[in-house]
């Protein structure tokens, strides 16, 4: 029967709109709705409705929870979490499988056992007790008619209390247990699951000799820096006095998801709850994690022997161990035993994928006294990944104008950088087939990505520091820091990466440490400096570069993967290190891309068929195709200046000292860590072959892979800017490079015996089924020999089918 149903509820909204240096505003927003039904049947009072998106501006879809009453399906609940638990061995397992130190740079084998030996056997327990804990919940939130809790009025009357037995209310009772960190439960309306969310931190305090000794190794890094401050080399830095008032534990986190599928949701919500509209049961992993963590604030100590070096306000952050590398589901029976046949134990030691994971990241702003007066500098240390093949970034922030002249230098190097095929390979032609020929690719360079375009953006925050030293020389600001500078890159980068909004719709733009790391860090975030460009600086800023979107208006369109740009000085060089992924991604009909391989048939295959089939004029392709192209270039370019500490200490702080340029062109250099690029075109093929006008030969689902790239094989000697031409000659002629292209088609033939010329025709005459497939490949189409054009057939089913 119909009826009204009213809803009831709040919602709160909060959103933020600001202005930052980029072309377009920023913004950011979320909510939370909760809305609770009521009608006058008894099935709707207990409905309710949630939703919520922490970031309504992302490209996210909201969490949609339903809410209602739990009791019907409380059997479910919890036969599927009643048979989890964790497992010594297992844990165990995963630590010595997945965390071994044995051969770690800075940290010490010991920090496993510590880790096992603090945690496991604690957070087995706990879990266990979180467990079954939520199993009484369930029971205390839905009891037995009998055992409800009943109200005795003065009068002695009696009254059967109402429980509120809504998912939401056991989520509260759930969240109110010691050690759960957060707890969701309802209907998931884009799981299409009714679930319990449950995540669980357990922490133990310990010593921390472990995270010292590793702390110790990174510090001997920092030791060719400390000239700049008067400290002998040898002088060690006082790492115990950094973990003093720090937080120091060791942690397991666990995130999982327990509950049952739905089938159909109107069903679900229409019918009563039994096995035909109820799916499976399962449980579902989604963090699993042991780890040792270190973190301060506020950190005040002298960090060299003798008072030297004072610190203030320093923060640091250290933390280690394995984790589950991807969510795992687990289907499970009726009675809420896994469905694979293992148990738990076996599971997480067997059939889950862990990894190694960990991150350091501090600031140690630094005082000391030079001539009798205080100056100040920063070290800052840094490694978002300690399992890297990449060691600790170690460098000291300061005042970027007091060496302008040598960032003018190593970012003008480093924003020319062009990744060309054609420069650096020369004339390139493929054996057989002309690639270029083509509307959509008419030359090898337009097969990647543009990377000069976002290079460019260094080039751009590069101005833009010679226009704020140049203020700040006038006004007496502030000066801009080394991470400022950094910061500017990263705007400038960013700009380029999102293209302008042809819609009203907003889109919100994190920032890179935001996107790119979860790990805290402490290094300066927030907007760049930025040059007023007052009237007294007599100076014309060049017109800024188009953005993406202007950039890319064709069937072609550039995306930055990833960008990393770092700056300092390491005690031994002035340095900035540039890391760029660009991607190219193709639109349009690309057909014609892939029908140049098949000419070949035409070329260096046409004999080949006229002996198979009958005809004897060109053969003729009718091709229908679903491609897939991917291109991408990756560069890792070091712009440094060599300078000694005592040297680097005199030209910060000593006003008369100067950089002439034929010191610089001696010292500054330029190094291509890593470039390569690389195109991938692949497809399924069918139609037919025409050949000359007598054979008809049909295609049925084949494949077609073309690959080509280019790349150096180890890092280049350094080129000091006296030998230095420019950078797109010195990347071609100072790195070993190598090149690869590889061609492989293998199309299913399918034809009338008729046509077949005569020797195939005495192979058919026994095995009229036979599997035929033309192939056609080469392992390196940069080379002068044509590709092979064969017949691969089922050498088993040759050999079956004759005497």
């Not at 570069?545 to 208006?553: P, Y």
């Amino acid at each position: 029967s119909e009826q009204d149903i009213n809803f009831n509820g709040n919602i709160e909204l909060n959103s933020t709109f600001f202005y930052t240096s980029f072309s377009n505003p920023m913004y950011h927003g979320s909510y939370i709705a909760s809305l609770t039904a009521s009608g006058d049947a008894t099935s709707t009072t207990n409905l309710g409705l949630i939703a919520a998106d922490e970031d309504f501006f992302d490209n996210k879809s909201p969490r949609v929870i339903f809410n209602f009453d739990s009791c019907q399906y409380k059997q479910r609940l919890i036969d599927s979490i009643h048979d989890f638990e964790l497992g010594t061995p297992a844990l165990e397992t995963v630590l010595e499988d997945h965390f071994d130190l044995t051969d770690h740079p800075i940290l010490p084998p010991s920090l496993t056992t510590k880790i096992k030996d603090t945690i496991v056997f604690e957070a087995i327990n706990k879990v266990d007790f979180i467990k079954n804990s939520i199993i009484q919940k369930i029971n205390e939130l839905c009891p037995d008619n009998t055992r409800r809790a009943v109200e005795i009025e003065q009068d002695g009357s009696q009254r059967m209390l109402q429980m509120d037995s809504r998912l939401s209310a056991l989520a509260g009772q759930i969240l109110s247990l010691e050690d759960v960190q957060s707890a969701t439960a309802g209907y998931f309306a884009a799981r299409n699951e009714v679930a319990l969310d449950i995540a669980i931190h357990i922490e133990k305090e310990f010593n921390g000799e472990d995270l010292r000794e590793a702390l110790g190794a990174v510090f001997d890094s920092v030791r060719p820096v400390q000239t700049m401050f008067n400290v002998a080399t040898e002088q060690e830095a006082n790492v115990a006095g950094l973990l003093t008032d720090a937080e120091i534990s060791i942690c397991l986190d666990l995130k999982f998801s327990s509950g049952f599928k739905i089938g159909s949701l109107v069903e679900f919500f229409t019918r009563s709850a039994s096995d035909s509209t109820l799916g499976d049961l399962y449980f579902r992993i989604d963090e699993l994690s042991m780890d040792a963590r270190a973190s301060a604030t506020s950190i005040e100590l002298d960090l060299f022997p003798g008072g030297i070096g004072s610190v203030s306000d320093g923060a640091l952050s250290l933390q280690a161990g394995a984790r589950l590398a991807a969510p795992f589901e687990v289907k499970l029976n009726i009675d809420g035993s896994p469905a694979n046949g293992l148990d738990y134990s076996e599971i997480i030691k067997h059939r889950l994928p862990f990894m190694p994971f960990g991150h350091l990241s501090s600031t140690l702003p630094l005082s000391f006294s030079i001539g009798g007066f205080t100056k100040k500098l920063e070290i800052l240390l840094e490694d978002l990944n300690l399992f890297d093949e990449k060691q600790a970034l170690v460098s000291v922030n300061f005042d970027a104008c007091r060496v302008i002249e040598v960032f003018q230098v190593l970012l003008g190097k480093l924003g020319s950088i062009v990744v060309s095929p054609e420069s650096i390979l020369g004339p390139v032609s493929f054996g057989g087939f002309d690639l270029f020929n083509t509307n959509m690719i008419r030359s090898f360079d337009e097969m990647f990505p543009d990377i000069a375009h976002f290079a460019d953006g260094i080039l751009e925050a590069n101005n833009e520091l010679f226009h704020l030293c140049a203020e700040i020389e006038y006004t007496r600001e502030s000066p801009p820091k080394v991470t400022d500078l950094i910061a500017l890159v990263t705007e400038e980068l960013q700009v380029r990466s999102f293209p302008k909004a042809k819609t009203l719709t907003p889109t919100r733009r994190r920032s890179l440490q935001e996107a790119s790391s979860s790990s805290p860090s402490t290094h300066r975030s927030g907007r760049a400096l930025r040059a007023h460009h007052l009237p007294y600086n007599r100076y014309t800023r060049p017109k800024r570069h188009r953005t993406l979107e202007e950039n890319n208006n064709g069937p072609t369109k550039n995306i930055m993967d990833l960008f990393s740009f770092k700056g300092g000085y390491d005690g031994t060089k002035l340095y900035t290190r540039l890391e760029l992924d660009v991607s190219k991604h193709f639109n349009g009909e690309f057909d014609e891309v892939i029908s140049k391989p098949m000419d070949l048939l035409n070329g260096a295959g046409a004999d080949f068929l006229h002996d198979l089939f009958l005809g004897s004029g060109d053969t003729s392709v009718n091709l229908e195709t679903s491609i897939s192209i991917s291109s991408s270039t990756h560069a890792e370019v070091l712009a440094g200046f060599e300078i000694t500490g005592n040297e680097m200490r005199e030209l910060l702080f000593d006003d008369s000292s100067y950089l002439d340029e034929s010191f610089l062109a001696k010292r500054a250099f330029i190094q291509f860590e890593d470039v390569s690029a690389k195109f991938t075109a692949s497809s399924s093929v069918s139609g037919d072959l025409n050949v000359g006008g007598a054979a008809k030969i049909g295609i049925n689902e084949g494949s077609l892979v073309l690959g080509l790239g280019l790349g150096i094989d180890e890092s280049s000697d350094r080129i000091y800017l006296a030998n230095l031409t420019s950078v797109g000659l010195a990347l071609r002629q100072n790195a070993h490079w190598r090149k690869t292209g590889v061609l492989d088609a293998l199309l299913p033939l399918t034809f009338d015996v008729g046509v077949a010329g005569e020797e195939l025709a005495k192979v058919l005459a026994n095995i009229e089924d036979l599997n035929l497939f033309l192939s056609i490949s080469s392992d390196n189409i940069f080379e002068s020999d044509l590709p092979k054009v064969s017949i691969d057939l089922d050498f088993m089913q040759l050999v079956d089918g004759t005497d």
